[in-house]
Nanobody
Framework: QVQLVESGGGLVQPGGSLRLSCAASGLTLRNYVMSWHRQVPGLERELVARIYSDGVNTNYADSVKGRFTISRDNPKNTVYLQMNNLKPEDTAVYYC????????WGQGTQVTVSS
């Protein structure tokens, strides 16, 4: 059974940093494209960042380029999202997704950026 568990969310002041983690079980992470998405109530879930199996090729939403970094540790079956210079508009529930033949989602972790 595939399971993705996000952690690392919380309350942070504008300009602060957080690192999200996504621990995967029931799959071999190196075979999957991994991505982070976020969702605000009432709005569609949006892609934040994606990292391919090689760990080198990445994509970012324009709104987070230069501030967020996605990375993966295949032996640890874990994906990370380093978020720097956080802004109030980054407030959302952040979800991890694994994609190969199907999509698997985590349960999400809340990130709140507020003074």
């Amino acid at each position: 059974q595939v399971q993705l568990v996000e952690s690392g969310g919380g309350l942070v002041q504008p300009g602060g940093s957080l690192r999200l983690s996504c621990a995967a079980s029931g799959l071999t992470l190196r075979n999957y494209v991994m991505s982070w998405h976020r969702q605000v109530p009432g709005l569609e879930r949006e892609l934040v960042a994606r990292i391919y199996s090689d760990g080198v090729n990445t994509n970012y939403a324009d709104s987070v380029k230069g501030r967020f970094t996605i990375s993966r540790d295949n032996p640890k079956n874990t994906v990370y999202l380093q978020m720097n210079n956080l802004k109030p508009e980054d407030t959302a529930v952040y979800y991890c997704k694994a994609t190969r033949w199907a999509d698997y989602w985590g349960q999400g972790t809340q990130v709140t950026v507020s003074s």
